[in-house]
């Protein structure tokens, strides 16, 4: 395993982090065996993966508490645990967004889920349009004052709102975020026009979602087929990458999968793993086969000119329906 820093910070993580969303049971194409989840989680550890991401929403809390149950019996010490707040846990005020109230209560309970006494990094999991920026950053500096928080980051929203974050931050001299977790991929390049160009400007790592564009990458799905099966089957979010230009970018990465005896996945994951930008791509096995495939994209080189060629189909855009998902 590689190893870098996030950001400007020293806080060293593994070129990939393992994302704990597909365990648990809120969907169909989710791990719903804990048993199986945790043998990929401790496969995941003894490959040398010590960035773990979640979320208190993720299957409600369940994501949050299997990966409690995997760390339980490891060196807290060695592994960056990364989770998030914003989203629903409860029906009525108060049980959603970032306002002080829900990030204090929420944060004690992601560290009782995690049966932890600390998050390495704690990431706004959307933009709060509720909740001034000031309340939210001076929430989350109480819990690193606290020592519950050690670094804190963002996800997903338009570079103007984040920039807004990081000026708030510099002033009021809150604690500054670190990362962004943004969607990106070969198919999925839009936060190239949007966020991407500030995280460069501003030494702000880079942890990309859906790195394999929901399996799409991976070659899991047929032109002109209805999917039935994996997460495209039932949630609508996928068929946004059933495009022409997609499907022109899947053949180039076929075709050098090929040439590299790799694939589809590697070859994906190596085009991120080559941007400077990119510090540790989230991604999301179900499978000890399919982690073991993802960690070997860190052998897989790509020239200048095969990058370019990847890169060809598609013109980068900024959509602010797909980045505010």
Not at 197 to 211: N, T
Request: net charge negative; hydrophobic share 40%.
């Amino acid at each position: 395993m590689e190893y870098t820093h996030l950001g400007n910070s020293g806080l060293e993580v593994s070129r990939l982090c393992l994302g704990c969303m597909n365990f648990g049971s809120e969907q169909p194409w989710m791990v719903h065996d804990h048993d199986d989840a945790l043998e990929v989680i401790d496969r995941a550890l003894d490959l040398g993966i010590n960035f773990v991401d979640t979320a208190n929403a993720y299957s409600k809390g369940e994501s949050e508490e299997i990966l409690g149950k995997a760390l339980a019996e490891r060196d807290r010490e060695e592994f960056v645990v990364a989770t998030k707040v914003y989203f629903p846990m409860r029906d009525g005020p108060n049980g959603q967004g970032l306002s002080r109230k829900h990030i204090l209560d929420q944060a004690q309970a992601s560290l009782d889920r995690l049966d932890t006494d600390y998050i390495d990094l704690y990431q706004i999991h959307r933009w709060d349009d509720n909740t001034p920026i000031e309340e939210t950053l001076s929430a989350l500096d109480s819990l690193i004052d606290e020592g519950i928080v050690r670094y804190v980051g963002a996800s997903s929203m338009p570079a103007w709102k984040f920039m807004k974050a990081l000026h708030t931050a510099d002033v009021n001299n809150y604690e500054r975020f670190i990362s962004m977790q943004c969607e990106y991929n070969l198919v999925d390049r839009h936060e190239e026009a949007n966020v991407l160009p500030l995280c460069e400007d501003q030494d702000i790592g880079v942890i990309p979602w859906s790195p394999l564009a929901g399996g799409f990458l991976a070659d899991k799905y047929e032109q002109g087929k209805d999917p039935d099966e994996g997460r495209a089957a039932t949630d609508d979010f996928m068929q946004k990458r059933f495009t022409e230009d997609n499907w022109a970018v899947l053949e180039t990465v076929r075709k050098l999968a090929d040439e590299k005896d790799a694939t589809a996945a590697q070859v994906s994951l190596a085009w991120l793993l080559h941007k400077d930008l990119v510090d540790s791509p989230i991604i999301g096995p179900r499978t000890i086969e399919h982690l073991e495939d993802n960690v070997d994209s860190l052998d897989v080189t790509l020239t200048a000119e095969e990058r370019q060629r990847l890169e060809a189909p598609i013109e980068p855009v900024w959509n602010r329906a797909i980045g505010d998902v």
